[in-house]
């Protein structure tokens, strides 16, 4: 009790603080140039303080994992929980655990050797510093995410449900197509969510291997400069009581609020019963 | 330099428990990533000569050492540009009284692919290309390429330096910024990787990073100047056009332990240390 009570206590100070420091940049510029600039010139005279290309940054890297690490996620749930013989099941499973074992720092520097060059080659770009590059890597810190809570929804879904199926013709296939995964759906997008509020909040990797240039993106091919790479690269250096120090915590409540909100999300999906 | 950074650590562990038993007998370092390898230099000379008394340096970027001088956590900033006025009202603020010492020289090597048949520009091309003016190398009598600029992040003295005087050709009232398209990366190293394998990329950094894998750029102040490339004795002599003194900052003139260390910093065989570690001395 004590300690529920203390993590929420917590929160709610991590919070106002937060608040407290970032609102002060409102002082200097309105909501709008803030939120909507397309400059980020922090530590200039005076400074741009425009998000508009770091939140851009943001959601096309999350986009871009999403679209990668959902399709194998759920299909790799699937497979463990419905099909694979109970060998494969165990090590897949230890397999995946380990994929989330890994630092993402690790994971950003073997994507800095191995997947950068390979991207600026396949594609021809200048540079394989690119959303792309950031996306892929991302994908696979949401994967184990992904895997495990959608393969617990599937589990979760009444046996009956999969007899009476069988029971009625349909074949395996169909059982998992048409009943398993409705089923399980909630759970499932639960999962997704969660998976996706890994990738918005992580950091190393991308500031690593997405070139980190605050430009608005026009393909995913270009690089990115993300919200979090931003705050990680340039805490440092804000003069405490400066704009800079100020809009670095703005981005941190944005930050807040966009995880905040695929929490909840996640959450409602997850506590809605079939 | 990783085995530097290990003994950096080493050395902090073992000063967080030394400092109950000797007290005053330890100097705390930190700033400048650009400065931490030199400073780490003469800190093991100085320990070796001075044995009992322990210097512990540690990075983190010059903004963060001239912060930790100002709330009072360290004893000797290092920084790669000039304290800001902001960060000195700050100080006085808290009662410290930033002290600016001269310790070496560094010249700024703007670097390319050694594939990369550009070899020599001047100031105002430098600041066309960073800048996002000129976008492709053929402009510059190169191959038909579009320009990677490779920058540091804003954490980074080397990136204000850098802009203060190639960019804005040190005039106050300029706005010149680094193109947006400038791919900010953490470290020099990351850069100096980044150059060896693109073909198109052009970076800068502190002239000790130059390996075989980067082709240093010869640089000339004006159209018609002389181009210079970035030596050890072009930098002592100044016709190389981009170079900048390295700092320690103190809280007041330094006394005791920290005057000392400056002194030996300062003296013929801490400047001789500046020169094995590729920076500047500041004297013949």
């Given at each position: 009790?004590?300690?529920?009570?203390a993590?929420?206590?917590?929160?709610?100070?991590?919070?106002?603080?937060?608040?407290?420091?970032?609102l002060?940049v409102?002082?200097s510029?309105?909501?709008?140039?803030?939120?909507?600039?397309?400059?980020w010139?922090?530590?200039?005279?005076?400074?741009?303080?425009g998000?508009?290309?770091?939140?851009?940054?943001?959601?096309?890297?999350?986009?871009?994992?999403?679209?990668?690490s959902?399709?194998?996620?759920?299909?790799?749930a699937?497979?463990?929980?419905?099909?694979?013989?109970l060998?494969?099941?165990?090590?897949?499973?230890?397999?995946?655990?380990?994929?989330?074992?890994i630092?993402?720092?690790?994971?950003?520097?073997?994507?800095?050797v191995?997947?950068?060059?390979?991207v600026?080659n396949?594609?021809h770009?200048?540079?394989?510093?690119t959303?792309?590059?950031?996306?892929?890597?991302?994908?696979?810190?949401?994967?184990?995410?992904?895997?495990?809570?959608?393969e617990?929804?599937?589990y979760?879904?009444?046996?009956?449900?999969?007899?009476?199926?069988?029971?009625?013709g349909?074949?395996?296939?169909?059982?998992?197509w048409?009943?398993?995964?409705?089923?399980?759906?909630?759970?499932?997008?639960?999962?997704?969510?969660?998976?996706?509020?890994?990738?918005?909040g992580?950091?190393?990797?991308?500031?690593?291997?997405?070139?980190?240039?605050?430009?608005?993106?026009?393909?995913i091919?270009?690089?990115?400069?993300?919200?979090?790479?931003?705050?990680?690269?340039?805490?440092?250096?804000a003069?405490?009581?400066?704009?800079?120090?100020?809009?670095?915590?703005a981005?941190?409540?944005?930050?807040?609020?966009?995880?905040?909100?695929?929490?909840?999300?996640?959450d409602?999906?997850?506590?809605?019963?079939? | 330099?990783?085995?530097?950074?290990?003994?950096?650590?080493?050395?902090?562990?073992f000063?967080?428990?030394?400092?109950?038993a000797?007290?005053?007998?330890?100097?705390?370092?930190k700033?400048?990533?650009?400065?931490?390898?030199?400073?780490?230099?003469?800190?093991?000379?100085y320990?070796?000569?001075?044995?009992?008394?322990f210097?512990?340096?540690?990075?983190g970027?010059?903004g963060?050492g001239l912060?930790?001088?100002?709330?009072?956590?360290?004893d000797?900033?290092?920084?790669?540009?000039?304290?800001?006025?902001?960060?000195?009202?700050?100080?006085?603020k808290?009662g410290?009284n930033p002290?600016?010492?001269?310790?070496a020289?560094?010249?700024?090597?703007?670097?390319v692919?050694?594939?990369?048949?550009?070899?020599?520009l001047?100031?105002d091309?430098?600041?066309?290309?960073?800048?996002?003016?000129?976008?492709?190398?053929?402009?510059?009598?190169?191959?038909?390429e579009?320009?990677?600029?490779l920058?540091?992040?804003?954490?980074?003295?080397t990136?204000?330096?850098?802009?203060?005087?190639?960019?804005?050709?040190?005039?106050?009232?300029?706005?010149?910024?680094?193109?947006?398209?400038?791919?900010?990366?953490?470290?020099s190293?990351?850069?100096?990787?980044?150059?060896?394998?693109?073909s198109?990329?052009?970076?800068?950094?502190?002239?000790?990073?130059?390996?075989?894998?980067?082709?240093?750029?010869?640089?000339?102040?004006?159209?018609?100047?002389?181009?210079?490339l970035?030596?050890?004795?072009?930098?002592m002599?100044g016709?190389?056009?981009?170079?900048?003194p390295?700092f320690?900052?103190?809280?007041?003139?330094p006394?005791?332990?920290?005057?000392?260390f400056?002194?030996?910093?300062?003296?013929?065989?801490?400047?001789e240390?500046?020169?094995?570690?590729?920076f500047?001395?500041?004297m013949?």
């Amino acid at each position: 009790m004590a300690c529920g009570v203390a993590s929420i206590f917590f929160v709610v100070l991590i919070f106002l603080f937060l608040v407290k420091e970032g609102l002060a940049v409102f002082r200097s510029v309105s909501f709008s140039h803030f939120m909507f600039g397309h400059k980020w010139y922090p530590i200039s005279e005076p400074p741009h303080l425009g998000i508009l290309p770091l939140i851009l940054g943001s959601i096309l890297v999350t986009i871009g994992a999403a679209v990668i690490s959902v399709p194998i996620g759920v299909g790799c749930a699937v497979y463990i929980a419905e099909i694979a013989p109970l060998r494969v099941k165990e090590i897949l499973k230890a397999g995946i655990e380990l994929l989330a074992a890994i630092p993402s720092v690790v994971l950003g520097f073997v994507g800095m050797v191995t997947l950068v060059p390979l991207v600026k080659n396949i594609f021809h770009l200048p540079t394989g510093l690119t959303a792309l590059s950031g996306s892929v890597m991302l994908a696979f810190m949401a994967m184990p995410t992904i895997v495990s809570i959608a393969e617990d929804a599937l589990y979760s879904v009444p046996k009956n449900y999969k007899e009476g199926a069988f029971a009625l013709g349909a074949t395996h296939w169909q059982t998992i197509w048409r009943v398993m995964l409705p089923a399980a759906s909630s759970g499932i997008v639960a999962a997704v969510m969660l998976g996706i509020g890994r990738v918005i909040g992580e950091t190393m990797a991308v500031m690593m291997i997405t070139g980190n240039a605050a430009i608005l993106p026009k393909s995913i091919l270009v690089p990115v400069r993300t919200l979090t790479a931003t705050v990680a690269a340039e805490m440092g250096e804000a003069v405490v009581g400066s704009e800079h120090y100020f809009a670095l915590f703005a981005i941190g409540i944005v930050l807040f609020v966009i995880s905040f909100m695929i929490n909840v999300t996640a959450d409602l999906f997850l506590h809605r019963r079939p | 330099m990783f085995k530097r950074r290990f003994w950096a650590v080493v050395l902090l562990a073992f000063l967080s428990v030394s400092c109950a038993a000797s007290g005053n007998n330890s100097i705390q370092v930190k700033g400048s990533d650009t400065m931490v390898n030199l400073v780490q230099a003469w800190a093991e000379k100085y320990m070796e000569h001075n044995p009992g008394s322990f210097v512990a340096v540690t990075g983190g970027g010059s903004g963060t050492g001239l912060s930790s001088l100002i709330s009072g956590t360290c004893d000797i900033a290092m920084s790669s540009r000039n304290i800001k006025v902001t960060e000195v009202a700050l100080a006085e603020k808290r009662g410290i009284n930033p002290n600016e010492i001269k310790a070496a020289l560094d010249g700024l090597a703007v670097v390319v692919n050694p594939e990369n048949p550009v070899d020599r520009l001047t100031v105002d091309e430098l600041a066309a290309v960073f800048t996002g003016r000129i976008v492709n190398w053929k402009e510059l009598g190169g191959r038909d390429e579009k320009i990677v600029i490779l920058s540091r992040e804003v954490n980074s003295g080397t990136h204000v330096y850098f802009k203060e005087h190639v960019l804005r050709k040190n005039d106050p009232g300029s706005q010149e910024e680094f193109a947006p398209g400038a791919l900010m990366l953490s470290s020099s190293q990351a850069i100096a990787d980044e150059v060896a394998g693109n073909s198109a990329a052009i970076g800068y950094y502190g002239m000790g990073y130059i390996s075989a894998n980067q082709k240093p750029v010869a640089v000339a102040q004006e159209h018609g100047g002389e181009y210079v490339l970035p030596l050890i004795e072009n930098v002592m002599n100044g016709t190389y056009p981009i170079s900048r003194p390295l700092f320690l900052y103190t809280n007041g003139v330094p006394a005791s332990l920290v005057g000392e260390f400056v002194e030996f910093a300062l003296s013929p065989e801490g400047q001789e240390i500046v020169r094995t570690m590729d920076f500047v001395p500041l004297m013949k």
